[in-house]
């Protein structure tokens, strides 16, 4: 059996590696040539803790090659990106790339597995299109499930974690969204070969709400430890002693605040309903806009701070501890953290230093003239302000002292656990 994934990013790498590592033979398709260099190379790409080792071990066997070009396999596995357009609409052309250039290739017998992001509906459409595409085949119909088909679609979204990807990518369940109940069965077949979670069958169209619902479900609950957290700062509480008091109820179980939402994930995810479903997703859109608002808050926040201060913004200078979207992950996509440092960059600060320990260099969008990257300790020695915006385990050991005499703004409850 030959498996195809089509996409070789933060979902499709680990992913072919470790169907390679079960002895599969694994293609891989990507359009960034780079990408494929890298990977045939036995080189990853992006950081993912113990990728390196298993993408070195099952591209020095051949048991994964990386390739810009499509070729004939049993089953195609879709895992390119879904971002979003301007006025947050999804953007799937990626997703309908990936099935043009399949089309052309497809035989009786091959399944399709959609692991990408979707709106609602996608799978279905995905099929119209393929149909135009090959007339010669028959393809899974709503109309008629009894019928014959040559070709099974299934749409079974990943769910593992930035950080801890090759761990979930086996242990946790999996949705299986197949059109019919037979694609259904044989997707299922795929995942039972290298997950130790269960499979839970249901038809597509739910398993795409399923995806969008989960990411939607943790912004939502998200956007109310933010909310919670301006309204402490307004009344004088402390956010964190709050939650953590609150979350004693056997009932109540509040997430934490922060400087909003990044990752291409939850920050995402959730506009997917809301594009396809506005006058539905009331609450979806207004979590979103909460969680996004959650970062003007900060930047007002540090405004005031500066405007409070004896030392004029010229002769100021301000470190940033962290930069990547979230804890222990060297990951900027859509990141508030360095949405914060990209807006402090016009404010006239003398020095903007970052620390963040996940990454080797400025990113590009940054300015280096105006924002450094150096060490925790020569960093807050050389500020006035301390901003802390993410909460990396090796901020855990920062000595109190070492704050001493300097503001800091604390947005994701850090100080709590050095005083701990
Ligand atoms: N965050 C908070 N407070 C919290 C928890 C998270 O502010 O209490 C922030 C994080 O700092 C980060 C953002 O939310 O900026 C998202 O982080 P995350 O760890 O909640 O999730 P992701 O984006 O890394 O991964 C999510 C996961 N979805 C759910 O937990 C429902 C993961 O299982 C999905 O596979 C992944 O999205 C995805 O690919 O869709």
Redesign the pocket.
């Known amino acids: 059996m030959i498996i195809s994934v089509i996409g070789l990013g933060y979902?499709g790498l680990p992913t072919a590696s470790i169907l390679a590592s079960q002895g599969i033979d694994v293609f891989g398709v990507d359009i960034n040539e780079d990408v494929v260099k890298k990977i045939n190379n036995s080189q990853t790409h992006i950081f993912e803790p113990d990728l390196d080792k298993l993408v070195f071990d099952v591209v020095t066997k051949k048991s994964l090659i990386a390739s810009t070009e499509y070729k004939k396999a049993d089953v195609f596995i879709i895992t390119v990106p879904t971002p979003f357009l301007e006025g947050n609409k999804p953007d799937t052309s990626y997703v309908k790339d990936a099935i043009d250039n399949i089309a052309p290739l497809l035989e009786k017998g091959n399944l399709i597995i959609i692991e990408s992001?979707c709106p609602i509906g996608t799978t279905e459409a995905m099929i119209g299109r393929m149909s135009e595409l090959r007339a010669d085949l028959i393809f899974p119909s709503l109309r008629d499930e009894d019928i014959e088909f040559d070709i099974s679609i299934a749409y079974c979204p990943?769910?593992?974690?930035?950080g801890n990807i090759l761990k979930e990518l086996v242990s946790n369940d999996r949705i299986i969204g197949g059109f019919t109940e037979v694609c259904s069965k044989k997707a299922e077949g795929i995942y039972q070969t290298f997950i130790k979670g269960s499979c839970f069958l249901t038809d597509a169209k739910t398993a795409e709400l399923c995806?969008l619902a989960?990411?939607s479900?943790?912004d939502v609950n998200?956007a109310f430890?933010n909310e919670l957290s301006i309204i402490s700062d307004k009344a004088g509480i402390d956010p964190w002693e709050l939650i953590n008091l609150a979350n004693k109820h056997p009932r109540v179980a509040i997430?934490?605040?922060?400087p909003?939402?990044?990752?291409h994930?939850?920050?995402v995810?959730p506009w997917f309903i809301v594009d396809s479903y506005p006058d539905e997703s009331k609450l979806i859109k207004t979590s979103r806009d909460v969680n996004n608002s959650k970062t003007s808050f900060v930047l007002e926040k540090i405004k005031r701070t500066v405007k409070e201060s004896s030392i004029k913004i010229k002769d100021l200078s301000i470190t940033c501890l962290g930069l990547s979207?979230?804890?222990d992950i060297g990951d900027l996509r859509e990141s508030?953290a360095m949405n914060v440092v990209e807006n402090l960059q016009d404010m006239g600060f003398k020095k903007i230093f970052v620390v963040e320990p996940h990454i080797e260099k400025i990113p590009e969008e940054l300015n280096s003239n105006i924002v450094e990257l150096i060490d925790l300790d020569e960093a807050i020695e050389a500020s006035e302000l301390v901003i802390i915006l993410v909460k990396h385990k090796s901020f855990l050991n920062i000595s109190l002292e070492l704050l001493d005499n300097r503001k800091v703004i604390d947005t994701v409850g850090l100080i709590k656990n050095l005083e701990g």
């Not at 997430?255 to 922060?258: A, H, I, R, S, Y």
């Open positions: 979902i992001t990943e769910r593992v974690l930035p995806k989960e990411n479900y943790r998200i430890a997430l934490q605040p922060g909003g939402v990044g990752g994930c939850i920050a995810d979207f979230k804890p508030p």
